[in-house]
């Protein structure tokens, strides 16, 4: 059965059958918050937030609508909402990556660190680009229609945000 049957059965007042969403999507939330945010704490938060607004806007489901494209905007725009609600709110996971020694140089470890410090660093228009296509691996069209844009503009945005993490990658290299 696809996301969109079931979440028609939830619309139509199945409650249970939001338990089978939660499941498949509650990770993929979770980790794109937490990716977003830099704040694993907060994002458990923002993702029981998330499928609380599910079934809160049931009846705003579209059945023609890509569901996972449909669950993704809440999480963005609760994501946005929490941004809002803290407005000096920062990518807080940065201790492992202040504590990096010189002897790691070559260190494969210290160099994914380094990549997710400079991700931390991006905007948070870049940083959640990448965090949907790379991450969690998604096509542009799917991102595009979470974001209310076109394909092209998110391919446009992304060359751009690998362009940036590049830049601040190397600059965190050389500063090593």
């Known amino acids: 059965m696809s996301d969109g049957v079931i979440m028609q059965q ?3 007042g199945d409650l249970s059958q939001a338990s089978v969403l939660f499941r498949k999507y509650h990770r993929k939330i979770y980790y794109f918050l937490g990716k977003m945010s830099g ?34 905007r809440i999480a963005r725009n609760s994501y946005l909402d929490h941004v809002r609600q803290k407005k000096n709110l920062v990518y807080t996971d940065l201790e492992p990556f202040q504590q990096l020694s010189e002897k790691d140089e070559a260190n494969p470890e210290e160099q994914y660190d380094r990549l997710h410090q ?8 870049d940083r959640e680009v990448l965090v ?45």
């Open 118 to 125: 400079a991700l931390a660093g991006l905007p948070s228009d």
């Open 39 to 72: 704040d694993y704490h907060a994002a458990e938060d923002l993702t029981q937030n998330v499928f609380v607004k599910m079934i809160q806007y049931k009846n705003s489901y579209n059945p023609e609508m890509n569901f996972e494209s449909w669950i993704y």
């Open 132 to 176: 949907l296509t790379r991450f969690q691996k998604m096509k542009y069209q799917e991102v595009a229609a979470i974001l209310g844009t076109t394909e092209s503009n998110v391919k446009v945005k992304v060359f751009r945000a690998l362009e940036k993490l590049r830049t601040s990658f190397f600059q965190l290299e050389s500063n090593q």
């Open 10 to 12: 939830v619309k139509a």
